[in-house]
């Protein structure tokens, strides 16, 4: 069975760091682009980075650029997402997604999707 499931939510401070993971069943990432994306109450699903996971390409919204690193760990079939720096309005529903070959920044084109992990930044 396809599956991706997320891990690594939770609760943080403004200016604390969380990393999030997202492994793969039932498939393997090589020939994957696997992206994050969030999404705010209220708000349309955001893309936030994307990696594809053949030749290590990445790509960032502008807002999290300096402060998010995707990577991907091709033994453990895992892709993480380390928030640095974080802030209020960083606080959403995070998903990841995987589309075969490269990365979209339209959610759209992605074939399968994880549950989603809440993410909230707060004092």
């Known amino acids: 069975q396809v599956q991706l499931v997320e891990s690594g939510g939770g609760l943080v401070q403004p200016g604390g760091s969380l990393r999030l993971s997202c492994e793969a069943f039932g498939f393997t990432l090589d020939y994957y682009a696997i992206g994050w994306f969030r999404q705010a109450p209220g708000k349309e699903r955001e893309g936030v980075s994307c990696?594809?996971?053949?030749?290590?390409?990445?790509y960032y919204v502008d807002s999290v650029k300096g402060r998010f690193t995707i990577s991907r760990d091709k033994a453990k079939n895992t892709v993480y997402l380390l928030m640095n720096s974080l802030k209020p309005e960083d606080t959403a529903v995070y998903y990841c997604?995987?589309?075969?070959?490269?990365?979209?920044?339209?959610?759209?084109?992605?074939?399968?999707w994880g549950q989603g992990t809440q993410v909230t930044v707060s004092s």
């Open positions: 997604a995987a589309r075969y070959s490269y990365c979209s920044g339209y959610p759209e084109t992605y074939d399968y």
């Open positions: 990696i594809k996971i053949s030749d290590g390409s990445t």
